[in-house]
């Protein structure tokens, strides 16, 4: 009998072992691609996903800066940010963080927030490259190696559910003085901001931010296929969420409440 309880306490803690080396297969990770490059010279920050075929259609995350790099700004005072090539989310917008600060300044902005999707389009994410910033190594940066952080990543499916898989990794900048070859500089454009409203659309819980999976329940309202979320999503209360209310919403996202 004592054998017998070990050997089935053993095969419960193998399948409990195996459950959660499945969930970490199916994570939703996002990270970046390395980067080496000297003080001073201006490079592709690119952000790669990989979503493991688990339904993620959005997300949203923040691109931490530190002293070593930070992402450029383009004439509107938008991140010089765009999508992959590949990938198209008419939703989708760059903003800096906090709300408000001065990207030409060092030290001024502490992060770049992105926030992705589509109003129409909620098929799955693709895996590979997600994202491109253009950013510049500190001309004073010393060699060395530097952390590239996001924060705050998370993922929603087609019905505006979180995914609980996801996770964020550290990148690497590797700042060389002496480089056998230059890198190769982007020039992405930036998405129009939507200008802002008195209430904070969209924020159907009240914790006064707006979260990706509650713009995407926005978009399946807007479309018919589900109920309206919240009073705060039809801040006109005609009974509908219209186009204007979920720009509306996708701004508060990006720039806060």
């Given at each position: 009998m004592k054998i017998e309880g070990v050997t089935r306490l053993g095969i419960a803690a193998f399948a409990a072992l195996?459950?959660?080396?499945?969930?970490?297969?199916?994570?939703?990770?996002v990270s970046f691609e390395p980067i080496t490059a000297p003080p001073g010279q201006v490079v592709t920050l690119t952000v790669v996903y990989s979503g493991e075929g688990r339904?993620?259609?959005?997300?949203?995350?923040?691109?931490?800066?530190?002293?070593a790099i930070t992402i450029?700004?383009?004439?509107?005072?938008?991140?010089?940010?765009?999508?992959?090539?590949?990938?198209?989310?008419?939703?989708?917008?760059?903003?800096?963080?906090?709300a408000?600060?001065?990207?030409e300044v060092l030290g001024s902005c502490t992060a770049v927030r992105a926030l992705i999707f589509d109003f129409f389009d909620?098929?799955?994410?693709?895996?590979?490259?997600?994202?491109?910033?253009?950013?510049v190594v500190a001309p004073d940066a010393a060699e060395g190696v530097y952390p590239l952080v996001i924060r705050g990543f998370k993922v929603a499916d087609s019905a505006g559910r979180l995914l609980p898989e996801a996770r964020s990794e550290d990148g690497?900048?590797?700042v060389r003085r002496v480089l056998p070859t230059p890198t190769a500089t982007a020039s992405p454009t930036a998405t129009p901001t939507p200008a802002r409203t008195?209430?904070?659309?969209?924020?159907?819980?009240?914790?006064g931010t707006v979260t990706i999976e509650e713009i995407?329940?926005?978009?399946?309202?807007?479309?018919?296929?589900?109920?309206?979320?919240?009073?705060?999503?039809?801040?006109?209360?005609?009974?509908?969420?219209?186009?204007?209310?979920?720009?509306?919403?996708?701004?508060?996202?990006?720039?806060?409440?």
């Open positions: 195996g459950w959660g080396v499945v969930s970490a297969l199916h994570a939703q990770v339904g993620g259609v959005a997300a949203q995350f923040e691109i931490a800066l530190n002293d450029l700004a383009i004439g509107s005072g938008q991140p010089n940010c765009q999508l992959a090539p590949d990938l198209a989310r008419a939703g989708t917008g760059f903003a800096f963080v906090p408000g600060c001065s990207p909620r098929t799955p994410l693709p895996d590979g490259p997600l994202l491109r910033c253009a950013a690497v900048l590797e008195p209430e904070c659309t969209g924020d159907c819980n009240g914790d995407v329940r926005m978009v399946a309202a807007a479309q018919g296929e589900s109920p309206l979320p919240c009073a705060w999503a039809d801040v006109n209360r005609d009974g509908a969420v219209t186009i204007e209310e979920i720009l509306s919403a996708v701004n508060f996202a990006l720039n806060g409440c």
